[in-house]
């Protein structure tokens, strides 16, 4: 089994920036690829990035890749999330989740499992 904890989270003003991580631990060489997702108060869990993670090659949800940037370290086994210019829309749950297989793609929840606890982003005005 492999095992995700997110950290990082926290609270920033409008226009600010975070970096969120994820490790893995446990049986990290069944991991095909990883992604984050995130999750508002009251919406559906919307997909953010998703990594490949022998290649490193990453793929982004609409409209995420001008202000969100995913990069991995393979000696850590460890996933990275850079957010810039944060706005309050951008407050939430954020998950990371890692996937044997990819059976459903990358930008697809379904295609992931484990997930980690998530890491609360929160963006004041």
């Known amino acids: 089994q492999v095992q995700l904890a997110e950290s990082g989270g926290g609270l920033v003003q409008a226009g600010g920036s975070l970096k969120t991580s994820c490790v893995a631990t446990?049986?990290?060489?069944?991991?095909?690829?990883m992604g984050w997702f995130r999750q508002a108060p009251g919406k559906e869990l919307e997909w953010i990035a998703a990594?490949?993670?022998?290649?490193?090659?990453?793929y982004y949800g609409d409209f995420m890749k001008d202000r969100f940037k995913m990069s991995r370290d393979k000696v850590k086994n460890t996933v990275y999330l850079e957010m810039n210019a944060l706005q309050p829309e951008d407050t939430a749950v954020y998950y990371c989740?890692?996937?044997?297989?990819?059976?459903?793609?990358?930008?697809?929840?379904?295609?992931?499992?484990?997930w980690g606890r998530g890491t609360q982003v929160t963006v004041s005005s």
């Open positions: 446990g049986r990290t060489r069944s991991i095909y690829g």
């Open positions: 989740a890692s996937t044997p297989d990819a059976e459903y793609g990358l930008g697809h929840a379904r295609s992931y499992g484990p």
């Open positions: 990594i490949r993670w022998s290649s490193g090659e990453t």
